[in-house]
C-alpha cells in the first residue's frame, strides 16, 4: 500500500513539475509539457551504462561525479551521452556513462569538466548540479518508470 502510495506522490510530483513549466510559457501546449517531462525522466536500465564489465550492472553509488566526455549516440538519433567519473576514488564502480535526451544536456549547460551529483531515492536515481544541486534527470526504477507511461484509454 506504502509503495502505491510513493507511486502516486512520484507522478504528482512530476505532474505539478511539468505544469509548472507549462504555466511558465502561456505560448506552451499540454504536448509540449508532457515532452519536457519525458525529456528529463528515463529508466535506470535505459539511461545508465557502467563503462566497464562492473558486476554491479546499472547501479551507482551516491557522491559528485565529473563530465568527462559528452557525445551524440549515433545509433540513439536526439540522446546524448556523458561519460561520468566519480570526483573521489571508489575504485573500478566509479566511472559510468549516462544517457539522456539532446535537451537535457543543452537546457542543463552541461559539458566536460562539470561537476554533477548522483542522489538515490526510493524510486530512481536523481542527477543534479553539484554546485546548486538542481536537478537535471531522474533515473527512475524500471519498475516505477513503467507505470509512469501512459496509455490509452478507450471508453
Given at each position: 500500500?506504502?509503495?502505491?502510495?510513493?507511486?502516486?506522490?512520484?507522478?504528482?510530483?512530476?505532474?505539478?513539475?511539468?505544469?509548472?513549466?507549462?504555466?511558465?510559457?502561456?505560448?506552451?501546449?499540454?504536448?509540449?509539457?508532457?515532452?519536457?517531462?519525458?525529456?528529463?525522466?528515463g529508466s535506470i536500465s535505459g539511461s545508465i551504462q557502467r563503462s566497464s564489465n562492473s558486476s554491479s550492472g546499472n547501479t551507482v553509488a551516491e557522491g559528485d561525479y565529473r563530465?568527462?566526455?559528452?557525445?551524440?549516440?549515433?545509433?540513439?538519433?536526439?540522446?546524448?551521452?556523458?561519460?561520468?567519473?566519480?570526483?573521489?576514488?571508489?575504485?573500478?564502480?566509479?566511472?559510468?556513462?549516462?544517457?539522456?535526451?539532446?535537451?537535457?544536456?543543452?537546457?542543463?549547460?552541461?559539458?566536460?569538466?562539470?561537476?554533477?551529483?548522483?542522489?538515490?531515492?526510493?524510486?530512481?536515481?536523481?542527477?543534479?548540479?553539484?554546485?546548486?544541486?538542481?536537478?537535471?534527470?531522474?533515473?527512475?526504477?524500471?519498475?516505477?518508470?513503467?507505470?509512469?507511461?501512459?496509455?490509452?484509454?478507450?471508453?
Amino acid at each position: 500500500m506504502a509503495h502505491h502510495a510513493n507511486r502516486l506522490a512520484l507522478a504528482a510530483l512530476i505532474t505539478c513539475g511539468v505544469a509548472a513549466s507549462a504555466w511558465a510559457d502561456p505560448a506552451s501546449s499540454a504536448s509540449s509539457a508532457s515532452s519536457t517531462a519525458s525529456q528529463s525522466v528515463g529508466s535506470i536500465s535505459g539511461s545508465i551504462q557502467r563503462s566497464s564489465n562492473s558486476s554491479s550492472g546499472n547501479t551507482v553509488a551516491e557522491g559528485d561525479y565529473r563530465i568527462i566526455e559528452v557525445a551524440d549516440v549515433a545509433e540513439q538519433p536526439g540522446t546524448m551521452r556523458m561519460k561520468l567519473q566519480a570526483v573521489k576514488d571508489i575504485g573500478a564502480d566509479g566511472e559510468f556513462y549516462l544517457y539522456v535526451p539532446h535537451q537535457v544536456v543543452e537546457q542543463g549547460r552541461l559539458a566536460a569538466g562539470a561537476v554533477v551529483t548522483a542522489r538515490n531515492k526510493p524510486y530512481g536515481m536523481e542527477f543534479a548540479h553539484a554546485k546548486t544541486l538542481k536537478g537535471f534527470f531522474m533515473a527512475l526504477k524500471d519498475d516505477w518508470y513503467r507505470e509512469l507511461q501512459t496509455r490509452p484509454v478507450s471508453l
